[in-house]
């Protein structure tokens, strides 16, 4: 685990599941099997969870955000959502960049940059999310597609602010597909990545910066990853939906540090 985390950063991405009542059952339950947990719980939720969810995680370390936003401060964007609504609603982070969005709603990275500029005039942490395509991948493109991403999501924006990004490498070729990355291959993609922040926000800036990993986690994969790489958390999809297997993976994650610890 790096400098940037001293805790794991556990973030559930819920994607278009859940009602605002299935929403609350599960947080209900969530917060207080947490509330010691060593290990930053955060869930990334449906727009129309956020207010009624972040009304029940106050006071708990349970943190809520949203899974995208607009980059405009308001106007006439039919569908769209901005920041300050997400804020106000309770949201404090956002996903930005999801391989889902890039790929279904065709989101570039200039859109996504300007969406980090507008997360961080708004307070929001932003969670910038890249990763390689199976093609990308298989022509060995890795290196060169996940630091273009990184330079493209980021331009223009003072070091001295990121402070508090998180980046989840997500190689779209591991997302839904039980086909994780494992604690080899992520230990060398989260070197190229925290080399190539240093190199782009400097020593001081790079090393408060979080990376994460995701796609494809579950309780096992989870535990061997942490283990065995020098990432900072995880940003867990499906297994995210069920109390059971999210819990698993939180607090096996705060295993992880317990034994670091010894
Ligand atoms: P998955 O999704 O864990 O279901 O593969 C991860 C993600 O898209 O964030």
Same mark, same amino acid.
């Given at each position: ?6 805790? !794991? ?15 609350? &059952? ?11 947990? /060593? ?12 207010? !009624? ?15 995208? $936003? ?14 300050? $609504? ?47 395509? *199976? ?8 290196? &060169? ?13 003072? /070091? ?6 998180? +980046?989840?490498?997500? /190689? ?6 039980? @086909? ?6 992520? *230990? ?29 986690? @579950? ?16 940003? +867990? ?12 993976? +939180? @607090? ?11």
């Amino acid at each position: 685990m790096s400098q940037a985390a001293p805790r !794991p950063l556990i973030i559930g991405n819920w994607k278009m599941y859940k009602t605002i009542p299935e929403a609350i &059952e599960f947080v209900k339950k969530l917060i207080p099997i947490i509330a010691s947990s /060593p290990s930053e719980v955060y869930l990334a939720v449906p727009f129309t969870t956020i207010h !009624p969810l972040s009304e029940e995680a106050k006071g708990s370390s349970l943190v809520i955000g949203a899974q995208n $936003m607009n980059d405009a401060s308001e106007g006439a964007f039919t569908g769209e959502i901005a920041a300050k $609504m997400l804020t106000q609603a309770g949201a404090q982070f956002v996903v930005l960049g999801h391989s889902e969005r890039r790929r279904l709603f065709h989101e570039d990275n200039g859109f996504i940059n300007r969406k980090v500029i507008r997360a961080l005039i708004e307070g929001l942490r932003p969670v910038l999310c890249i990763g390689e395509s *199976q093609e990308e991948h298989d022509e060995k493109r890795t290196e &060169e597609i996940v630091k273009n991403q990184l330079k493209e999501c980021l331009e223009g924006i003072n /070091p001295i602010n990121l402070a508090n990004l998180v +980046v989840a490498y997500e /190689p779209v070729w591991a997302i839904g597909t039980s @086909n994780s990355a494992t604690p080899e291959y992520m *230990q060398n993609i989260q070197k190229v990545i925290r080399e190539f922040l240093t190199e782009l926000l400097g020593d001081k800036n790079a090393k408060k910066v979080a990376v994460l990993y995701g796609g494809s986690l @579950n309780p096992k994969n989870s535990k061997e990853l942490l283990q065995n790489s020098d990432i900072d958390g995880l940003l +867990v999809g499906g297994a995210s939906l069920s109390l059971e297997t999210f819990v698993e993976i +939180v @607090n096996d994650s705060c295993k992880q540090i317990n034994e670091a610890a010894k």
